[in-house]
C-alpha cells in the first residue's frame, strides 16, 4: 500500500514540476516578447541587456557569487530549524537530474528576465538611482512569494539573494550574468539536499 502511495506521490510531483516547467517557459516567453519591444522602442538599448564589454568580470563575479550564495544557503540550513523552512522547498529533490537542471534553470530565466531585465530597468528609468531600483525591485520579488508570508524567515533566504542579483546585472549590464548565478544557486543547493550532502537542522 505504501508503495503505491509513494507512486502515485512521485507521479503528482512529476506532474506538479512539468506544468511549471510550461508556465515558466510561457512566461518566459512573454518576458523576452516585451524587451523586445523595449528595444524596438529605444527604452532600453542592446547595451543594458547583454554588455560584453567586461567578460572576465563577468566570469568572476559569475564564479564568486555563485559559491559565496550557495555557502549562504547552507549556512541557512544548519541555522534555521526545519520547522521554519517552507514544505515547497522540499518538492523538488526527488526528481531525476535533467528535470531538476530544465526546471532550475527555466525559473531562473524568467525571474532575472521578468525581475532584472523588465522591472528593475524600468524602476531604474524613473527613479535614476541603482539601489533604489533594486530594493524596490527585492521589495516586489518578496510581494509575490506569498506562500513565504506563514513562515517570514524564508523572506530572508530569498531577500539577500534577490538584492545580490541585481546587483550584479547594474554591475555587468548583462542579463546572462545574474541568470546564470541565479541558475547555479538554485541547482547547487537542490542536488546539496538531493543527494543528502546537507540536512534542515532539527
Known amino acids: 500500500m505504501d508503495q503505491v502511495h509513494n507512486g502515485f506521490e512521485k507521479r503528482t510531483q512529476e506532474s506538479k514540476t512539468k506544468d511549471m516547467i510550461i508556465v515558466f517557459t510561457s512566461f518566459t516567453f512573454i518576458c523576452i516578447a516585451i524587451l523586445f519591444a523595449l528595444l524596438v522602442y529605444d527604452i532600453l538599448t542592446i547595451q543594458n541587456l547583454l554588455s560584453f564589454d567586461q567578460p572576465m568580470e563577468s566570469i568572476m563575479i559569475v564564479v564568486f557569487s ?31 537530474l535533467p528535470r531538476i537542471f530544465l526546471f532550475m534553470f527555466i525559473a531562473a530565466v524568467f525571474e532575472e528576465t521578468f525581475f532584472r ?12 538611482h541603482e539601489w533604489g531600483a533594486i530594493l524596490l525591485t527585492t521589495g516586489l520579488f518578496l510581494l509575490i512569494h506569498t506562500q513565504y ?40 543547493m537542490t542536488i546539496l539536499f538531493k543527494y543528502k550532502l546537507i540536512n534542515f537542522k532539527k
Open 66 to 96: 555563485s559559491i559565496a550564495l550557495v555557502i549562504y544557503g547552507v549556512v541557512l540550513t544548519f541555522t534555521i530549524p526545519s520547522n521554519f523552512i517552507d514544505d515547497n522547498n522540499n518538492s523538488y529533490q526527488d526528481e531525476s
Open 117 to 128: 531585465g523588465i522591472i528593475q530597468n524600468v524602476l531604474f528609468l524613473y527613479t535614476s
Open 149 to 188: 508570508f506563514k513562515k517570514p524567515i524564508m523572506l530572508l533566504n530569498i531577500c539577500i539573494p534577490s538584492l545580490v542579483f541585481g546587483w550584479i546585472y547594474f554591475e555587468t549590464s548583462n542579463l546572462l550574468v545574474p541568470i546564470f548565478v541565479h541558475f547555479i544557486m538554485n541547482i547547487g
